[in-house]
C-alpha cells in the first residue's frame, strides 16, 4: 500500500511540475516574420524593417542593428511598435541600401519582461 501511494505521490509532483513549466516557455516573444524575410533577395532597397513577433514588444527595450556584408554597422531610425499591433516592430532606414547581402541582429523584451534576441539575413539585388 505505501509503495502505491508513494509512486502516486511521485507522478503527481512530475505532473504539476510540467503543468507549471510549460506556461514559462511559452512566454517569450519570438519571431514569427520579417520583412524583408530571412534569405530573401528585395528588387529595391526597403524603407523599414518589419519585425512580427508572438506576443507584444516594449519599444523601449527592443531593437535591431543593421550590417552590410563586410559587418559594419548602419545607421537606422529608432525602433517603434506599430500602433496597430504591438507584435510589430517597426525600424526606419536612414538612407537606400547598396546592392550586398545584410544581417539584422535583434533584440526585444515582451510585455511581459521576458528577453529574446536572434538574426537573419536579407539581399537587395
Known amino acids: 500500500m505505501i509503495k502505491h ?6 507522478a503527481s509532483i512530475v ?3 510540467g ?5 514559462l516557455a511559452q512566454a517569450h516573444a519570438h519571431l514569427e516574420s520579417a520583412s524583408p524575410a530571412n534569405q530573401s533577395v ?3 532597397s ?10 507584444g514588444v516594449e519599444p523601449s527595450f527592443s531593437g535591431v542593428t ?8 548602419i545607421t537606422t531610425g529608432k525602433a517603434t511598435v506599430d500602433a496597430a499591433d504591438n507584435k510589430k516592430l517597426l525600424i526606419p532606414l536612414s538612407s537606400p541600401l547598396a546592392p550586398e547581402k ?3 541582429e535583434w533584440h526585444v523584451v515582451s510585455v511581459d519582461g521576458h528577453k529574446t534576441q536572434g538574426h537573419y539575413e536579407f539581399n537587395v539585388k
Open 5 to 10: 501511494t508513494s509512486k502516486r505521490l511521485i
Open 15 to 17: 505532473l504539476l511540475a
Open 19 to 23: 503543468l507549471a513549466v510549460t506556461p
Open 42 to 44: 528585395v528588387e529595391t
Open 46 to 55: 526597403p524603407q523599414q524593417l518589419s519585425l512580427s513577433f508572438s506576443e
Open 66 to 73: 543593421l550590417k552590410d556584408g563586410a559587418g559594419k554597422v
Open 102 to 104: 545584410y544581417q539584422v
